[in-house]
């Protein structure tokens, strides 16, 4: 594993370092105090153990859930769980480290992140039940958006608030799009729970204050202005 790599997966895991590139004494140190809290042998030297460790949270993250009669909508809301669950987030910079290179395959100031995590948790569970993407997955929330146009699945925020498309259709797994101006969507992510008021959400790229250019991936709370949806 290349010494950024390294830096990266021991800052993830708790065990902060400069990521320079550099497997200099600071970084031999926090290997030792990683292999250490983990019960391997503190030797400083990345083996395959311990890059088995380092490495768990996103081959959790990666783990098959099983289909038991889930539904395309729900099964992608829950991959998008359990990736929270493992906590992904940036390393090394703004938009920058092994996750977001996990759902962009590239990262870099530009790399907003949000719509690669949401198409990766659709991506997962249309595998796992052996199906087509409803439609194509982007990096980009305007593509998507206009994706679901074209293939009947977006659902503006006009017609949720005049109750043609009732809030409790927005099941699950139903993508919402954070809508800055009329055809300009800045931000996606996922409806875990609908309710009256607001809706649960899984989404990356974000932070506690909602950000859409954040650094980790969270579970939120939202409520209906400005928002457009992508249902399944």
Not at 19 to 42: M, N, S
Not at 204 to 221: K, Y
Request: glycine share 10%; aromatic share 10%.
């Amino acid at each position: 594993m290349r010494a950024q790599r390294v830096q990266e997966f021991l800052t993830l895991n708790g065990f902060a370092v400069s990521i320079d590139g550099d497997f200099g004494p600071a970084t031999e140190k926090r290997v030792r105090d990683f292999q250490a809290a983990r019960g391997l042998p503190a030797t400083g030297v990345v083996d395959m153990k311990t890059h088995e460790e380092l490495v768990a949270p996103i081959v959790k993250a990666l783990n098959p859930i099983a289909a038991g009669g889930k539904s395309l909508s729900t099964l992608a809301a829950a991959y998008a769980k359990q990736h929270i669950k493992n906590h992904p987030r940036e390393a090394g910079g703004d938009n920058r480290g092994p996750w977001v290179r996990s759902y962009l395959d590239w990262d870099g100031k530009d790399a907003r992140w949000c719509a690669g995590f949401v198409c990766f948790a659709l991506e997962q569970a249309a595998h796992t039940l052996g199906v087509n993407l409803p439609i194509d997955s982007s990096s980009s929330c305007d593509v998507l958006a206009m994706e679901a146009k074209t293939a009947g699945k977006f659902v503006p925020e006009s017609k949720v608030k005049s109750g043609a498309f009732a809030k409790k259709d927005l099941v699950p797994g139903t993508f919402f799009l954070v809508r800055k101006v009329p055809g300009d969507w800045v931000h996606v992510g996922i409806v875990t729970e609908p309710a009256k008021e607001s809706f649960d959400t899984a989404e990356g790229n974000t932070d506690s204050g909602g950000s859409s250019n954040g650094f980790e991936a969270a579970e939120r709370a939202r409520d209906y202005r400005s928002k457009d949806f992508i249902v399944w």
